[in-house]
């Protein structure tokens, strides 16, 4: 990156991304906070990435308790705001706005509000825990795209499924992960730093240590103009947590 930088954009000006906010904020959650105002739903956004950027704990817990007060869900901070402000502070990364350091802290602040946020977050709200089926996550070793994949187990233990979430697995770590028969999917988080060999390779053992599991593979690793799936060998590709699901379901019945 370069040392000549410019004064950052504002968050807001950030293109893919704010189209992006814009859109999540006017759909699902102004459905579900229909008494809310648009206007409110956005600051929050807003006052998340200022807050994340700062090293006091007390601003973001500050933050917390009004979001909370104002009736917004823990489960709805995770699923929606956490994962927006990650992927702003990515963006402006990429953009050369932001410095690597700050960044990190950002990120590392969103981990420590995702820890604290109660367990309604990650806690089955309807069919209880483990009954829809076992789910193995896998970020492996060096991977640069891990955060997504605790809010994702996070979304699907709320659904009722018994996810195994695997953090920096190193190669020979992810044949024992994977191989029980309990396991109806395995899905790979990766970003688009990842070679493709690399890529190849954690799915090589993956099918070592599960050869009939489906592998799917989620990420900004899709953003390539690739088809992904050819590439490294996995039999589906979505961001979508909900449609990576039923493809599973699917095989298994199959």
């Known amino acids: 990156m370069s040392n000549d930088k410019t004064a950052p954009a504002p968050a807001s ?3 893919g991304v704010a189209r992006q906010v814009l ?6 959650l102004r459905l579900i ?3 809310m105002p648009p206007r409110a739903l956005v600051r929050y956004l807003d006052e998340m990435q200022r807050a994340v950027s700062k090293s006091s704990p007390d601003t973001m817990d500050e933050l917390l308790s009004r979001m909370r007060r104002a009736g917004i869900r823990d489960a709805d901070i995770a699923d929606f705001y956490i994962p927006v402000v990650a992927r702003r502070l990515g963006e402006e990364w990429i953009a050369d706005t932001l410095e690597f350091m700050q960044v990190t802290v950002g990120m590392s602040n969103l981990n420590s509000l995702l820890r604290s946020l109660d367990a ?7 069919a209880p825990f483990g009954t829809m089926g076992e789910i193995c996550i896998i970020a492996p070793a060096g991977v640069q795209h891990s955060f ?5 187990a996070g979304q ?12 920096s697995l190193n190669l020979d770590q992810i044949v024992n992960f994977v191989s029980s028969p309990a396991t109806m999917g395995v899905m790979l988080t990766a970003s688009s730093f990842e070679s493709l060999d690399f890529l190849r390779l954690v799915v090589k053992k993956v099918r070592e240590g599960n050869p009939w599991v489906p592998v799917l593979i989620g990420g900004n ?3 390539r103009d690739i088809d992904i799936c050819d590439a490294i060998g996995t039999d589906y ?4 947590w909900q449609t990576a699901l039923s493809f599973c379901a699917q095989r298994v019945k199959s």
């Open 23 to 28: 859109s999540v904020l006017s759909s699902e």
């Open 13 to 15: 000006d950030v293109g």
């Open 156 to 167: 699907m233990r709320r659904a009722g499924y018994d996810v195994k979430l695997g953090m």
């Open 33 to 35: 906070y229909p008494d």
């Open 237 to 240: 590709a979505t961001d979508d």
């Open 148 to 152: 997504g994949a605790s809010i994702l």
């Open 221 to 223: 690793v899709l953003e």
């Open 120 to 126: 309604s977050w990650c806690t089955p709200e309807r």
